[in-house]
């Protein structure tokens, strides 16, 4: 009698394997920092004493979280659909040229309780309308998501240059941004509304914003788990053509999925934009969009995932800039380093992992399981 083959039971695929993936990472990267010529405990301290041990540095972290959350459920939306939204960064980008246009043309008219929900509404269309295209080249014609959306992260940024060099670029200044903003375009900080009810937090860029990702969180945990719509899209992303003798529309399914997708991305520039930059200028993207990628992935494309990994790469951003200010030896390349150990043991790598944990932790389906699975 063939036995039935061992399962990984599900608390250890959420929790476990990313954190062997992690810690593998971890400790490559303290073969790397041992190489050149540092402690990597010592070096680890000053990482966590930066990101979490003062009030400062964990407004920072979560300011750095906030961006990674958007981003990653932009991608891990995509991912239940079985599409790989690669475009997050020029979508964002572009999601910014919503929030700043709406400020530019506003801001000395519209009181800040109508003007800031404009400015993140735009942020999320306009990331939104970025997708479209891609997702309608996917719908209809069957282009690769992957490469439509890597070539609309270059017209994106083409775009900002020009708009930024020239129609945008105030009268003259030299500095290729738009204007400040006037103050009622600016989203309140965490400073601000804590100091409101009493509660003294150190300055830093947190604000509103990362309150509004905990909300699309929770609001992508519902459409994809307790919707209609995201029942639609798992069994899309889990078998196409199953789906289409269901009746469900693959046109519908994709470009709804990566419209959804573009606008999360989008509300990453709200963050940026009017809740710490004040102004649009080139480059403020940073790569959020493609570190969404890595989010996604590690966080098993889960809301709750999502969040806590986002925390830890909110940790090496802002830990990693510490490190970088205490060790001299020890440069912002080689914080990229360490993220990108991180990514490719939590995403490249992350399989590895299954056999031996499989063989340690690992369980028989029980016969109503199996044929369960099998009617």
């Not at 999601?95 to 999320?124: E, H, K, M, Q, R």
């Not at 009622?184 to 965490?190: E, N, Y």
């Not at 830890?312 to 200010?325: H, P, R, S, T």
Request: proline share 5%; hydrophobic share 55%; net charge positive.
């Amino acid at each position: 009698m063939n036995l039935p083959p061992r399962e990984l039971p599900h608390w250890a695929d959420v929790a476990l394997v990313p954190v062997a993936s992690v810690a593998t990472a971890f400790i490559a990267a303290g073969l790397v920092v041992l190489a050149i010529g540092e402690n990597p405990f010592e070096c680890l301290k000053i990482l966590l004493q930066g990101a979490l041990g003062s009030g400062e540095g964990i407004g920072f972290t979560l300011y750095y979280a906030t961006n990674f959350i958007f981003t990653g459920l932009a991608v891990a939306v995509a991912f239940h659909a079985g599409l790989f939204n690669i475009g997050g960064e020029g979508q964002a980008y572009v999601a910014g040229l919503g929030a700043a246009l709406v400020a530019l043309w506003f801001d000395s008219t519209l009181p800040a309780i109508i003007l800031l929900p404009l400015g993140v509404i735009a942020s999320a269309l306009f990331g939104a309308a970025w997708a479209l295209i891609p997702a309608w080249l996917q719908a209809k014609r069957d282009s690769h998501i992957v490469i439509t959306t890597i070539m609309f992260n270059f017209l994106a940024a083409t775009l900002m240059v020009y708009l930024l060099v020239g129609p945008l670029k105030p009268m003259g200044s030299m500095a290729p941004d738009t204007r400040s903003f006037a103050a009622s375009a600016a989203l309140p900080t965490m400073q601000g509304m804590l100091g409101a009810i009493g509660l003294k937090i150190p300055a830093s860029p947190l604000n509103i914003s990362f309150l509004l990702a905990l909300v699309m969180a929770a609001l992508v945990w519902l459409l994809i788990w307790r919707s209609r719509l995201g029942y639609e899209i798992r069994a899309f992303g889990f078998n196409p053509e199953a789906t289409r003798y269901a009746g469900i529309s693959a046109t519908r399914i994709t470009i709804v999925t990566l419209l959804i997708s573009g606008g999360l991305a989008g509300l990453m520039s709200a963050n940026e934009i009017l809740g710490v930059q004040h102004r649009l200028s080139l480059g403020f993207v940073s790569g959020y969009g493609f570190v969404g990628i890595a989010v996604a992935l590690m966080g098993r494309s889960h809301p709750v995932g999502v969040v806590l990994a986002s925390i830890l790469f909110g940790v090496l951003y802002q830990g990693g800039a510490e490190l970088a200010f205490d060790k001299p030896a020890i440069t912002r390349d080689m914080i990229v380093v360490i993220q990108g150990l991180v990514i490719l043991f939590a995403g490249a790598l992350e399989r590895q992992f299954r056999a031996p944990l499989t063989a340690i932790f690992g369980r028989r389906p029980t016969r109503a399981e199996t044929q369960a699975a099998t009617s």
